[in-house]
């Protein structure tokens, strides 16, 4: 059984940063993508980054690029999303999710992810 819990959320003005924090539990090494997705009402979830944990390969949408970095701990049980020069559109609850190896062009398909953790919110300020 894999586990995962989001930490960090909170509210900030535009520009500013957030860290978000995702701790991993169980048969991990079954499970080594590990993605970011953020939601809003009336909006499909919306992959924002990922990792694919045992390869070191990182993945981002258009719209984070060059602002969001997600890395790992050495044990790899533990994802962050380090998230820059914050905008009001980055506001969502922020989800992280567990899933077998996939080829590279589908990381942001919230439907290849089957362990999720409760979310956190994000909310920019302009």
């Known amino acids: 059984q894999v586990q995962v819990k989001e930490s960090g959320g909170g509210s900030v003005q535009a520009g500013g940063s957030l860290r978000l924090s995702c701790s991993g539990s169980g048969n991990l090494f079954t499970r080594p993508f590990m993605g970011w997705f953020r939601q809003t009402p009336g909006k499909e979830r919306e992959g924002v980054a990922a990792i694919f944990t045992t390869a070191g390969r990182t993945y981002y949408a258009d719209s984070v690029k060059g602002r969001f970095t997600v890395s790992q701990d050495n044990a790899g049980s533990t994802v962050y999303l380090q998230m820059n020069d914050l905008k009001p559109e980055d506001t969502g609850l922020y989800y992280c999710?567990?899933?077998?190896?996939?080829?590279?062009?589908?990381?942001?398909?919230?439907?290849?992810?089957?362990?999720w953790g409760q979310g956190t919110q994000v909310t920019v300020s302009s």
């Open positions: 999710a567990a899933a077998p190896p996939m080829a590279d062009s589908v990381w942001a398909r919230a439907r290849n992810y089957n362990y």
